[in-house]
Each structure stands twice: as C-alpha cells, then as structure tokens.
C-alpha cells in the first residue's frame, strides 16, 4: 500500500512557475514508476509527465515539454513537477501517480495509487 499527497497548488498569473510535491508514504518512491496527470474541468484526465523506472528517464507531454520538469527526491521519499512559464490552458486539477506495474506511462490505468489532487489555476 502506499499513500500520496500533493501539494503546491494556487492561483498564478500567466507566466509565472509553481512548484508541486507528491509525498508518499508506505512505500519509497524509488520502487514505483512515478507519474503526474491534470484534469481540467469538463475534461478526461490527461498524461502530463512521469518517470520511465526507478531510474532517471522522464517522459512528458508534448503540451508542457520545456516547460514543466519532474524530480524526485529519495531521502525524502517526495516527488516535484516544477513547472515555469504557466499559461491559462495548464489550470486543472494536478494529480501524482505511482505504477507498480508494466504498462503505457501516459496511461491513467497503469497507476495503482493517486493523490487527492492539487488545484492550480493560472489567470491571463
């Protein structure tokens, strides 16, 4: 089992950076395939980055590459989605994400685990 809570969300103007944490407890996040997703209003859930494994690779979603990086930090079993230069399409609800299993990243099944989700709203 494992429990996941964000953090960080808020109210930006367009322009402007936030930065997201996903602390997990219950088990490291060096064992999951980490993932965040957003979901805006009216809209399905959609892919926006993840760890590839428990190694270093990332992938991201063509709509924030550039713009938005994810991290992790071990010694504090947390995970980041900085994300800089903010527009008002990116406004959803921002959700962490963690895999045990094999499957597509950028798929919402392949997780086992999710936060409560964030709010981030970026005003033009």
């Known amino acids: 089992q494992a429990q996941l809570v964000e953090s960080g969300g808020g109210l930006v103007q367009a322009g402007g950076s936030l930065r997201l944490s996903c602390a997990a407890s219950?088990?490291?996040?060096?064992?999951?395939?980490m993932g965040w997703f957003r979901q805006a209003a009216g809209k399905e859930r959609e892919f926006v980055a993840a760890?590839?494994?428990?190694?270093?690779?990332?992938a991201y979603a063509d709509s924030v590459k550039g713009r938005f990086t994810i991290s992790r930090d071990n010694a504090k079993n947390t995970v980041y989605l900085q994300m800089n230069n903010l527009k008002p399409e990116d406004t959803a609800v921002y959700y962490c994400?963690?895999?045990?299993?094999?499957?597509?990243?950028?798929?919402?099944?392949?997780?086992?685990?999710w936060g409560q989700g964030t709010q981030v709203t970026v005003s033009s």
């Open positions: 219950g088990r490291p996040v060096s064992s999951f395939r």
């Open positions: 760890f590839a494994w428990t190694g270093g690779s990332t």
């Open positions: 994400a963690a895999a045990l299993r094999l499957g597509l990243l950028t798929t919402p099944d392949t997780y086992n685990y």
